[in-house]
């Protein structure tokens, strides 16, 4: 198994996966800070949830910061592209209401959590504290995973639409970010 990425000189691939992840939490933080925002007039059951889930993704991308700091690593270029489009998605979708916000969250962890999981796969051996990083915040993204997918128990139009658009953007977002 091999990541695609362009490094810069000096640059690891384990340096490379803590910055395209650390800015796809800010991604993360952006789309559910916007589901929150309109999920309380849409879908207000819902919101203690996504603060719940907030809250990890804060987690997360403040775990991935720690390790960009350690190794003396700038953020990616990639980081206010994925804290735009993550609000815009999730204003949309907040917008759209409870199944909208349900197959976003589905849709994005299928992505990421295939992304991470090849991730630990590759630097389990090279880059034990990357790994590390990795395999705490994947239990997280099954979580959201899993919940967000009872949510949407009968499969109606939702997914249909929001899957093929998330799906792309989120790996658009990534392939960029291992290049950039
Ligand atoms: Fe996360
Ligand atoms: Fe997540």
Redesign the pocket.
Known sequence: MAIAARLKPGETLGDRVMKVDHAG?HG?ICIYRAQIRLARWRAPDLVAELRG?LA??RR?RALFGAELARRGRRRCRSYHLCGLGGFVLGALTGLAGRRAIAAT?VA??TV?LRHMREQVAVLAAGDPAAAATLRD?IA??QE??DRSDRRLASPGLWPKLINPIVTASTEAVIWLGMRL
Do not use: K, L, S
């Open positions: 939490e993360a889930f990890h993704e997360h969250t994005i962890e990421v915040i997280d993204e959201h995973h």
